[in-house]
């Protein structure tokens, strides 16, 4: 499935955070949105998941505009993984994941739960390596753990795109180099948002690079991730290498004189 982002503006307290973004994921694309810190990353993001209505522009899933469909029919096609979660949920693991499934039914959280559903929501705790977890309440886990089981609630959801905003938070490096090699073999359309410019550069097709809230550089990583760009938006200095075995781009940071 196609996204498209068109002229995006967000406007909060008289503040310009985003302002004029255009952006494309295509289909099975993973795309991600790097920039420092108060660049309007998150901003963008919760305006694709529907956590926020943009002052101007649109969001079309295969043309279609996101904000005009029903509830539902958008948590069929797009599930999401915010920066921060503030629920803490009484329920176990298990039960968390299974909200996933909430998009296809209708009525309570668990009514109507076949067991087709549970099969899904048990292989996405697997496919996340948090099967273990199922029955542990979420309250008890870690920052790590919590992470896992809502990707993992993100996949069972089934949708056909996924939102990321930082979703390798909390997560220790293998789990961090797991989590986007599963986002990335999942045949999704995906867009992420990634403080780490080094993942950002291994798992994703093409970046678009915010600064002030306007995108200013895109395309694949080797092509935008240049010493100049990275003095000029992120303030330090670069040094590009090549991973010896993946051949990916890796990048040594300096401070600035």
């Known amino acids: 499935m196609r ?4 002229g995006l503006t967000v406007e909060l307290a008289g503040s310009r955070i985003v302002e004029d973004v255009t952006l494309r994921a295509d289909g099975g694309q993973v795309v991600g949105i790097v920039g420092p810190n108060g660049s ?7 305006c694709v998941y529907r956590a926020l209505r943009p002052t101007a522009g649109t969001v079309r899933l295969d043309g279609a505009d996101l904000h005009a469909m029903d509830a539902r029919a958008g948590a069929r096609r797009l599930a999401a993984l915010p920066q921060e979660s503030a629920a ?4 176990t693991a298990a039960e968390v994941v299974a909200m996933g499934r909430l998009p296809h ?8 739960r076949t067991a087709a559903d549970a099969a899904l929501c048990a292989d996405a705790l ?5 099967g273990h977890l199922a029955g542990r309440g979420f309250r008890s886990l870690s920052g790590g753990e919590k992470q896992r089981v809502l990707i993992a609630r993100a996949f069972a959801q089934q949708p056909q ?3 990321l905003d930082e979703p390798t938070n909390h997560l220790d490096i293998a789990h961090q180099l797991e989590v986007l090699s599963l986002v990335r073999a999942s045949g999704l359309t995906v867009l992420t948002a990634l403080h780490d410019l080094n993942l950002a550069a291994r798992h994703c097709d093409v970046l678009y690079v915010l600064d002030g809230g306007r995108v200013v550089a ?3 990583p080797h092509d935008v991730l240049g010493a100049e760009l990275l003095a000029e938006v992120f303030g330090v200095r670069a040094h590009r290498v090549t991973h010896p075995e993946t051949g990916a781009l890796q990048l040594l940071f300096d401070l600035t004189d």
């Not at 996204?3 to 068109?6: A, F, L, M, P, R």
């Not at 803490?88 to 329920?91: A, H, N, R, S, V």
């Not at 697997?126 to 948090?130: F, L, W």
Request: charged share 25%; aromatic share 8%.
């Open 3 to 6: 996204v498209d982002i068109e």
């Open 105 to 112: 039914h209708r009525g309570t959280p668990f009514a109507g």
């Open 88 to 91: 803490e949920f009484d329920f």
């Open 126 to 130: 697997d496919r996340v390596g948090a």
């Open 218 to 220: 895109a395309g694949p």
């Open 40 to 46: 309007g990353k998150s901003t963008l993001l919760r």
């Open 161 to 163: 795109v996924l939102v």
